[in-house]
DNA sequence: GGTGATTGTCAGTGCTGCTGACGATCAGCG
DNA sequence: CGCTGATCGTCAGCAGCACTGACAATCACC
């Protein structure tokens, strides 16, 4: 391996800010840059980064049950109940009964939430923007690529 | 924009999974991702991630106060406390008084402590590695570079 | 020697995400 | 038709994580 020499206690020496080297640490921390960024953009809108996930969901899927939204979104289905609260409080989304199935709700745009949702969907665009400026323009879609493919790879299907 | 024709409700059209493009979902589920290869890894050796974080930084620094490592970590000092207590019940690392300035103590491993901390690296490596599994290998180091640079964009220093 | 800052600690709070339970509803089968 | 098992939305409760605000002890400095 790398270190056979340097075996002793103390420092593993020379190896300077070793924690940024770490995924967990660069994981963590871009991830919080990326959520202060968004929540600002967010902010004038009422709506927060977890919320506009919901919308993009919503807006891709069409008028859905909460359980087949939160199953795309990767969250738990006792966790969408209060997302869907929230945005149904600030009328930005309805439910309604669905008659065919009477188990579930449509959940579905209301005309004004879906004005405000492309919106602030402009705004959290232009918040991964800056987030990504550091890197080069092609940079930022292979990292895009990249995030995908280790997410794909933790996935069965 | 992109929908001028359809601002009916309904999806905005071939737009096949578009959270995918939302580095927040990126982020967060990369981060599920590695957070479970990394628990399992850890596992046998009693520690998780966040544990095994604030020894590397201990391992780097050697012998320092809490909020040292706490800063260097990018945590609050309140929450180095109670990783501290845990690292302590575990007796990898201990606290001792620090007689130069007695507000501070000095936290530094046991000597059983850096052994574990050697092999749990490895394994945590390890996973690591498992995770950029799917990248080629300068991918993965442009990909850790990337996440250095959005960071540091981040912060005022 | 008095003032203000620093360190570690703790209680409390907010956010997020889960488990376990419940009623309502559906699908399938006899 | 009546059962049985599964699904959907909901809620209560709990665990992890990080923060604020407070406190005592200690230091630095004038």
Redesign the pocket.
């Known amino acids: 391996m790398s270190s056979d020499v340097v075996s002793k206690v103390g420092p593993t020496p020379e190896q300077p800010r070793a924690e940024l080297n770490r995924l967990g640490y660069l994981l963590?921390h871009a991830q919080q840059r990326l959520t202060e960024l968004t929540s600002v953009a967010l902010e004038p809108y009422g709506l927060?980064g977890?919320e506009l996930g919901v919308l993009v969901v919503l807006d891709a899927m069409g008028p859905t049950?909460?359980?087949d939204a939160?199953r795309r979104l990767g969250?738990?289905?006792?966790?969408m109940?209060a997302l869907?609260?929230a945005l149904e409080a600030k009328s930005v989304v309805v439910?309604r009964p669905f008659e065919e199935?009477?188990?579930?709700?449509v959940v579905e745009f209301t005309e004004r939430g879906h004005e405000l949702f492309k919106q602030a969907l402009q705004a959290s665009d232009a918040a991964e923007r800056q987030f990504v400026s550091p890197l080069e323009e092609t940079a930022a879609d292979l990292f895009r690529a990249q995030l995908r493919a280790v997410i794909a790879a933790g996935e069965p299907s």
């Open positions: 963590k927060n977890r049950s909460q359980q939160a969250v738990d289905r006792t966790t109940v869907i609260d439910r199935d009477r188990r579930r709700n």
